[in-house]
Nanobody, 121 residues
Framework: QVQLVESGGGLVQAGGSLRLSCAAS????????MGWYRQAPGKQRELVAT???????NYADSVKGRFTISGDNAKNTVYLQMNSLKPEDTAVYYC???????????????WGQGTQVTVSS
């Protein structure tokens, strides 16, 4: 069973930076899209950024110009560099990947366990 292992969350002051990482736990056939979502208390989970296996990024308007998503296909890993953090960025950040585990299997969406990001004012 493939798992997505996240790291890099924590507490930072407004204006600071954090870098999140997410890696697939096992060797897999292919990943189509990897990305990050977040969920703040009392709110729905929302898209932060995604990146295709071809390297095309997509960002939520609220993070454009501050966050950068990148991927390492060889390591089945995705990163989220977060700069100029604001208190409203506080949330649990979840990694997501559209994974085809074996050549003969269907693509399936996988989620990480989540990592807390807290930005103090």
């Amino acid at each position: 069973q493939v798992q997505l292992v996240e790291s890099g969350g924590g507490l930072v002051q407004a204006g600071g930076s954090l870098r999140l990482s997410c890696a697939a736990s096992e060797s897999i056939f292919s990943i189509n899209v990897m990305g990050w979502y977040r969920q703040a208390p009392g709110k729905q989970r929302e898209l932060v950024a995604t990146i295709t296996s071809g390297g095309r990024p997509n960002y939520a308007d609220s993070v454009k110009g501050r966050f950068t998503i990148s991927g390492d296909n060889a390591k089945n890993t995705v990163y989220l560099q977060m700069n100029s953090l604001k208190p409203e960025d506080t949330a649990v950040y979840y990694c997501n990947a559209d994974i085809q585990e074996f050549r003969w299997s269907m693509r399936r969406s996988h989620w990480g366990q989540g990592t807390q990001v807290t930005v103090s004012s």
